[in-house]
């Protein structure tokens, strides 16, 4: 089945630092990559959307120049946490859809960023 | 506003039961629909799914009811077991991008 890697799968740094996510699509081409933050009990929330070749897209009220999203090739998106602080900490996962856009998503296992 | 609620932030089931999880939508405009499990420390995995032309899909123990005009849909699981045990995430999709709910953790007692 299709496979979505995600690493690092934890992260703890200090405030002002920034974090590279990394994820991979192992057996399947993904032109589209998905990123969610999720808190603590709470549902995944899109936070943008990653094209292949393109500009993410990004939903109402995630900071573009905050979350740093690259998709550079059909297998890897990655998403950048620049300068983070102690409220970026959250559990962030990544998607990827490997076929049309009604293809149920596969989901990496996430990171949980703890910023210090 | 969220757009895809589950009500029920858990559920407790005896093994061999059936187990019963809810979800409602307000956006009209989504078409299909998906229940996602999740263990912890993993991402969800895909469970089961519909479209919004169908009012019924099953597999196996998995069995997903949509009600469009009461914008609601449940996912059925019999029998119930203790591998079940997890949270269930409902989305619901439009153009490929797709609203979730905020998960309902299911016990299975054995």
């Known amino acids: 089945g299709a496979v979505v890697s995600q690493h690092p799968s934890w992260v703890i740094c200090k405030s002002g630092t920034s974090v590279k996510i990394e994820c991979r699509s192992l057996d399947f081409q993904a032109t589209t990559m998905f990123w969610y933050r999720q808190f603590p009990k709470q549902s995944l929330m899109l936070m943008a959307t990653?094209?292949?070749?393109?500009?993410?897209?990004?939903e109402q009220g995630v900071e573009k120049d905050k979350f740093l999203i690259n998709h550079a090739s059909l297998t890897l998106s990655t998403l950048t946490v620049t300068s983070a602080h102690p409220e970026d900490s959250s559990f962030y996962i990544c998607s990827a859809n490997a076929g049309h856009s009604n293809q149920p998503q596969h989901f990496g296992d996430g990171t949980r960023l703890s910023i210090l | 506003d969220q757009q895809v609620k589950q009500n029920s932030p858990s559920l407790s089931v005896q093994e061999g039961r059936i187990s019963i999880l809810n979800c409602d939508y307000t956006?009209?405009?989504?078409?299909?629909f998906l229940w996602y499990k999740k263990y912890p420390a993993e991402g969800p995995t895909f469970l089961i799914s519909?479209?919004?032309?169908?009012d019924k899909n099953e597999d196996g123990r998995f069995t997903v009811f949509l009600n469009k005009s009461a914008k609601h849909l449940s996912l059925h699981i019999v029998p119930s077991q203790p591998g079940d045990s997890a949270v269930y995430f409902c989305a619901a999709s439009n153009a490929g991008k797709s609203t979730f709910g905020d998960g309902t953790t299911l016990t299975v007692k054995p």
């Open positions: 990653s094209n292949e070749g393109s500009k993410a897209t990004y």
């Open positions: 519909i479209s919004s032309i169908k």
């Open positions: 956006n009209s405009m989504f078409d299909y």
